[in-house]
């Protein structure tokens, strides 16, 4: 039987194309279940999962959450804000006290890169970053990736370009990743100061004008602009953003093709998208959202598998 290449997944730079083709299958499985009546397995009845959440997520805790509990794993929920992480506790003594009560796997998001692989390195669970500050935040380029793959039949050869905030968007980075990884041709755009100094060194094509950027592509990733992360202004105001980096239904129709629109959420509406565009049939975003739950699920069982041998 396969299995995956990793004990944690702790970035899609971890991964190699087997691994992902492995998730995909797995995910195709699960898929088929959450749309049943019964929308539950009973696979990981045995196994305890902690998802710790030092930073606020909406749909990525969600998701995780309801994958879990579809799996009929135990599962417990921590949020930095109401714990004794306030009190002074570190990392390691918050995870291990949790793990003392007999924990199995560890989901986690966190603010400061790296968080996730010094967990793994410290504590006897296995671990799934769930995005670590600006790093990576591999179940997400996960799923865009399976999305793309199912409404255009395969990543492979496609065209794809990430827009926005590249400098501080850990989506940004796992999706280069992971898109190189199964041969799809990236692209970055976005205003120079957002983009990395050195970022096509990680073979990625580099552009600044939008209009070029989705005259190249078949999808374009719209990223949210991550203000909580910047401490000086990387653009004039967010109107300009918005003139030169944001898409809008009569950008999409001056192009010649029709091509497929993605957005990880949370979206600011009239931003980086407009609401004809996030509600148009070209727009997969809610389909991201349910393909989440499937392969969260699958990186859940694949690991899961490894620690019961
Ligand atoms: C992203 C995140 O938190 O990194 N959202 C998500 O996980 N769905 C992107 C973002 O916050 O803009």
Redesign the pocket.
């Given at each position: 039987m396969s299995e995956l290449s990793v004990n944690h997944l702790l970035g899609i730079k971890y991964l190699n194309k087997k691994d992902i083709e492995l998730i995909f299958e797995t995910a195709d499985h699960f898929k088929e279940v959450i749309n049943r009546p019964i929308k539950k397995v009973p696979s990981l009845r045995d196994i305890t999962i902690a998802n710790l959440f030092f930073e606020n997520?909406t749909?990525?805790k969600l998701s995780f959450e309801l994958a879990e509990k579809r799996l009929s794993a135990d599962v417990i929920n921590f949020s930095a804000s109401q714990s004794s992480v306030k009190k002074g506790e570190t990392l390691i003594d918050t995870v291990n006290n949790i793990l003392s009560m007999k924990v199995d796997m560890v989901v986690m998001r966190h603010p400061n890169p790296g968080a996730s692989v010094f967990l793994s390195q410290h504590v006897d669970a296995s671990i799934i970053n769930a995005?670590d500050g600006a790093h990576e935040?591999p179940t997400?380029a996960l799923l865009d990736s399976y999305s793309i793959r199912e409404r255009l039949g395969e990543v492979k050869g496609k065209n794809v370009v990430i827009v926005g905030d590249i400098l501080h968007s850990?989506?940004a980075l796992s999706n280069i990743y992971a898109l190189k990884l199964q041969g799809a041709n990236v692209m970055v755009c976005g205003p120079k100061t957002l983009l990395p100094k050195h970022i096509d060194k990680l073979g990625v094509k580099v552009e600044t004008n939008l209009q070029k950027a989705l005259n190249w592509c078949d999808v374009a990733n719209m990223?949210?602009v991550?203000n909580e992360r910047m401490d000086i202004s990387y653009f004039p105001s967010t109107r300009e953003y918005t003139q030169q980096f944001g898409v809008n239904k009569a950008l999409l129709d001056s192009l010649d093709k029709e091509i497929t629109i993605m957005h990880?959420?949370?979206i600011n509406r009239g931003v980086e998208i407009t609401s004809d565009v996030a509600d148009s049939k070209q727009a997969i975003i809610l389909d991201q959202v349910q393909n989440g739950v499937a392969v969260r699920m699958a990186v859940i069982y694949l690991l899961a598998s490894k620690i019961k041998q």
């Open positions: 997520s749909r990525t995005g935040h997400q850990r989506v990223l949210r991550q990880p959420g949370p």
